[in-house]
Nanobody, 128 residues
Framework: QVQLVESGGGLVQAGGSLRLSCAAS????????MGWFRQAPGKEREFVAAIAIAWSVSSTYYADSVKGRLTISRDNAKNTVYLQMNSVKPEDTTVYYCAASRYFGEAHAYTAASYAAWGQGTQVTVSS
């Protein structure tokens, strides 16, 4: 089972940028679909972005609310997935979680239940 550790969260002003990182253990990182979710207190976990590689082709998926502002990427040599957050908004404030899934395909990418491994989360706070 892969283990995930997020970092990079913090306080940022609205309109600013932040980069989250998620370091994964294990030798098979490149075979996982990696996703970022976020969850505010009292709310359901919300899909943010995912990146999958199948047959050497990388596919990315984004929630409509973050398209054009957030970018997911991965470095398989470093076993790390990133979430570059640009033009952040106060509504981006919450805890962000990294997750790993053995499933491929768009339907699985968006679904939290498809992810078997989760990090502990990192807090992002956007001030207005």
């Amino acid at each position: 089972q892969v283990q995930l550790v997020e970092s990079g969260g913090g306080l940022v002003q609205a309109g600013g940028s932040l980069r989250l990182s998620c370091a994964a253990s294990g030798r098979t990182f490149s075979t996982y679909t990696m996703g970022w979710f976020r969850q505010a207190p009292g709310k359901e976990r919300e899909f943010v972005a995912a990146i999958a590689i199948a047959w050497s082709v990388s596919s990315t998926y984004y929630a409509d609310s973050v398209k054009g502002r957030l970018t997911i990427s991965r470095d398989n040599a470093k076993n790390t997935v990133y979430l570059q957050m640009n033009s952040v908004k106060p509504e981006d404030t919450t805890v962000y979680y990294c997750a790993a899934s053995r499933y491929f395909g768009e339907a699985h990418a968006y679904t939290a239940a498809s992810y078997a491994a989760w990090g502990q989360g990192t807090q992002v706070t956007v001030s207005s």
